[in-house]
């Protein structure tokens, strides 16, 4: 019995061996690894700026004369056009002014002629000695004042048409007009308080405003900087742009901030960029053709800077630190040095990747 049970324990022994030295053999699979080679464009450098909008061109509607507002003829907020009557001032009492002047002008126009007549014959009689010198001088007299009574006359009818006219107030240009500050019923004129009507902006073109560093100024075309054009982008909406061209600098160097304030004028069709609005000022300073770019995804960063995983020729990983230029609005980040167009880099999950690692590389194109 007991030599039975011993030859039946060694054949179990023997196979357990052979079982581990096989698993011991096996070598783990190579990872399967997605890589790509990198890719050529032009990049543009630029600089960024907050800036602020606001119109060509911006009149504060006021009541010339006093008297109570009879209506306004526009919706607030909205587009009103050259010459279009906005305010009615009370106009009757000034059309009464304008009646009072004209019959005054009549009736020194009368004396006038009346005045004048008087001279002539007087100078003639003057002539024969058949007046004295003294009555010839008067009626010269009169009608010099006469004449210059006339030009008074004429005058306060001018003045009394410049106030009627100003009882209608009318859109200086085309624009988006405020809401109206004095509602109609109201006394307006009498003082600064109740002048103020309504404020309307010219907005078919924009002014953008924003100061820049002197440094950064002197790094654009400075043979033509006024064609550069820059990009305009709503804070909210990053996606939103417009197109300007610089069209002023200022004259100085503002010593406190060491920036110049810049000026440049935008487009404005729809109405889209409002006075007073605060964007984000997109600046191109300079511009390289072929530039090697690789997704910003694809880089690493680490104390020696940013670096990638590249996939030598035998498929193993290897650690490279380039030198990084601009990121590119798509997410693509130009690599100064470090890496060729022929060589492959590892493109995503380089959390997993390690150097002297070897992988099955996926190209992608």
Known sequence: MKVSSFIFFIPIIFLTGCGDSKQKKETPQAPSVEVAHPGFRTVVYTFEYPGYMEAEQTVNLVARVSGYLDSYNFTPGQRVWEGQTLFVIEPQPYKDKV???EANVESCKSKLAYAKASYERMKEAVKNKAISEIDYLQSQSDYGEAVAAYEDARAQLSSANIDLSYCTVKAPFTGRISRNMVDPGNMVGTDANNSA???????NQMYLYFNMAYADFMQLPQNSPSALPVTIQDVNNPE?????????RSPNVDLSTGTITVRAIARNPNGDLLSGMYVKVVVPYKSVPKA???PEASISTNQGGRYIYLVTPD???????????TLTPDGMREIISG???EDRYVTKALINIRPGMKIKPILKF
């Open 197 to 203: 009507l309504a404020t309307i902006y010219k907005d």
């Open 240 to 248: 939103k742009t417009w197109i300007a061209s610089l069209d002023y």
């Open 339 to 341: 890496i060729t167009t």
């Open 315 to 325: 498929d193993t990983v290897e650690f490279r630190q380039v030198k990084v230029g």
């Open 99 to 101: 009646a009072q002047a």
């Open 292 to 294: 090697i770019v690789i």
